[in-house]
């Protein structure tokens, strides 16, 4: 093989991980948050990376933004403002313009280079969206927006987060406080979703991830949905104080997709909406058992994954 090509691997725990084969590297450099890599990967095509973890690629992208955006929006019966944070490449923003009710979307993404490098290199991700004239993007911290939009007394129909997992600069904007922010902008009848890493290898963080949001909604449900980029079957979490999308029959469901006019969905429909909410047993008994809610001044403490990351590092074959 060239020095560009190799094995990138991602470790999930300590013991156990995956690894895609790179046939070329795109593009490696720096921001001011994060390392940020471009791979060129038989099966996925262009894959992201940050900070070495995967996070989307152009094959399978639809796994993942489908399943976050449309369970939620469906069970909304108009949305019309949404607010994305994070999800600097597009990919949550593309989906939830796809709702012909949708008349604004802001986005609040940290890293401009981020964006400007998906502008560039991930047009099939984004799809244009960062070019729709219902799109209101703004980079700054997504913890201080919400905070600031809510004591202003600012309401969303949806809030869509797509963070990079909680460690460095996303971690406050994984704390009961950042959700109970969220559920001021919501209001009674608003919706917010985002992912909750995975039940599957990382138990624990998922039961303290749903514990938080259950600080704040009184409407919290977890689905799964399994991620090939990622390795395995991972968690997603749907939070209101009245919705329910679990209350939807495929019928209905199907009905709303026809009439907001959703097309080229690789995923999502009334039934894969419906089955989606079906919890393994063990998911089920995870959930049930007590969990510490994260607070902010306690995030110093909740750093639980640095060492995967370390551990990725140290195991990565394409080297620098």
């Not at 890599?37 to 933004?65: C, I, M």
């Not at 079957?233 to 919705?243: E, H, I, M, V, Y």
Request: no cysteine; charged share 25%.
């Amino acid at each position: 093989m060239s020095r560009d090509e190799g094995f990138l691997l991602e470790s999930l725990t300590p013991d156990f991980g995956h690894f895609i084969r790179a046939s070329r590297l795109i593009y490696r450099g720096r921001t001011p948050f994060q390392k940020i890599e471009l791979f060129e990967a038989p099966g996925f095509g262009k894959t992201l990376r940050l900070d070495n973890v995967f996070q989307t690629s152009v094959g399978d992208e639809f796994y993942y933004h489908e399943m976050v955006v449309h369970p939620a929006l469906i069970a909304h019966p108009a949305p019309e403002r949404v607010l994305v944070v994070g999800a600097g490449d597009g990919g949550m923003a593309e989906e939830v313009l796809k709702h012909n009710t949708v008349r604004q979307v802001v986005m609040v993404e940290i890293d401009a280079d981020v964006v400007a490098f998906a502008r560039e290199h991930l047009a099939e991700i984004h799809r244009g969206a960062f070019d729709d004239p219902r799109m209101d993007l703004k980079i700054g911290d997504g913890f201080a927006y919400v905070t600031e939009a809510a004591g202003r007394g600012e309401r969303f129909d949806a809030v869509i987060l797509d963070l990079t997992d909680p460690i460095g600069p996303s971690r406050p904007l994984y704390t009961v406080e950042f959700y109970q922010a969220l559920a001021e902008l919501l209001g009674e009848h608003g919706i917010q979703a985002h992912h909750v890493e995975t039940p599957v290898t990382r138990p624990q963080m998922f039961a303290q991830l749903v514990a938080n949001v259950r600080a704040a909604y009184r409407q919290v449900h977890p689905l799964l949905q399994y991620v090939p980029l990622y390795g395995t079957l991972w968690g997603f979490l749907n939070a209101s104080q009245t919705l329910d999308p679990r209350r939807l029959d495929p019928d209905t469901v199907d009905k709303r997709v026809a009439e907001r006019g959703l097309t080229d969905l690789k995923v999502y429909n009334g039934e894969t909406h419906r089955a989606a909410y079906a919890l393994p047993n063990f998911v089920r008994e995870l959930l049930a058992r007590p969990a510490e809610p994260i607070h902010l001044d306690e995030i110093d403490r909740f750093d639980p994954i640095t060492a995967l990351t370390q551990a990725t590092e140290n195991l990565k074959v394409v080297r620098d």
